[in-house]
Every structure is written in structure tokens, then in C-alpha cells.
């Protein structure tokens, strides 16, 4: 049987900024989209009620991107699920960018069939 190889990045980042801006938040997830290689589906951002966060989400044909913000910590945690080609970590340079975090907590993980 062939192996399946999938890439599962979790970005946890703390003491930021812009996270209840559901624009800068759809800009933000278009370029990790571009600069990760991958190839965009779908975009689209939520922004809850009153000082609440974003939750965000890039449908590409490798799998998807997504962001849960909440601005009332500085915090969002970040999740990155793909295979083929697609470079997940080319997008950390655009997290820093777009909210300027103090810390960023990265971690990649290697799922699918052929990673016993």
C-alpha cells in the first residue's frame, strides 16, 4: 500500500494584536495561502458579537487553514492541515506580520498511512 503522507501544523500565538479584525484576518489567511504554495478554494472569516474574537477558515485543495482569535487574551491559535507540496511554516513570516505576536508556539506533525 502506498503511504499517505499529511503535514498538521498547530501555531499557538500570544500577546497579539489584530485579532478582532475579520479583514486583516481574510488578508492574512489569503497570504499564508499564496506563500505556503498552496491553492485557495475558499475563504471566509467570522467575526462574533460585541469585543469577541475571529474564527477563520481557508478551504484549499490541499486541505485547510484555519484561525480561532480571541483579542480579550492577545491569544490565537492556529491550525494549518496539508499534504503535497504545500509548506505550512512559509507562512509564519505573515502570522508576525499581520499580529505581531511576543511568542509564537509551533509544531508540525506527520499524519497518514506510512508514518508508523
Given at each position: 500500500?502506498?503511504?499517505?503522507?499529511?503535514?498538521?501544523?498547530?501555531i499557538d500565538i500570544y500577546g497579539a494584536c489584530n485579532?478582532?479584525?475579520v479583514e486583516l484576518i481574510e488578508r492574512a489567511l489569503t497570504d499564508c495561502v499564496r506563500v505556503s504554495g498552496s491553492n485557495l478554494i475558499h475563504i471566509h472569516a467570522h467575526q462574533f458579537p460585541g469585543e469577541a474574537g475571529v474564527?477563520?477558515?481557508a478551504l484549499i485543495a490541499e486541505s485547510h487553514f484555519s484561525i480561532h482569535t480571541w483579542p480579550?487574551?492577545?491569544?490565537?491559535?492556529?491550525d494549518f492541515f496539508t499534504c503535497g507540496q504545500a509548506n505550512a511554516l512559509q507562512a509564519v513570516p505573515v502570522l508576525e506580520g499581520a499580529f505581531k505576536p511576543s511568542?509564537?508556539?509551533v509544531?508540525?506533525?506527520?499524519r497518514g498511512l506510512g508514518n508508523d
Amino acid at each position: 500500500m502506498p503511504s499517505l503522507v499529511l503535514k498538521h501544523t498547530h501555531i499557538d500565538i500570544y500577546g497579539a494584536c489584530n485579532l478582532a479584525d475579520v479583514e486583516l484576518i481574510e488578508r492574512a489567511l489569503t497570504d499564508c495561502v499564496r506563500v505556503s504554495g498552496s491553492n485557495l478554494i475558499h475563504i471566509h472569516a467570522h467575526q462574533f458579537p460585541g469585543e469577541a474574537g475571529v474564527s477563520g477558515f481557508a478551504l484549499i485543495a490541499e486541505s485547510h487553514f484555519s484561525i480561532h482569535t480571541w483579542p480579550e487574551f492577545d491569544f490565537a491559535a492556529i491550525d494549518f492541515f496539508t499534504c503535497g507540496q504545500a509548506n505550512a511554516l512559509q507562512a509564519v513570516p505573515v502570522l508576525e506580520g499581520a499580529f505581531k505576536p511576543s511568542r509564537l508556539d509551533v509544531r508540525t506533525y506527520r499524519r497518514g498511512l506510512g508514518n508508523d
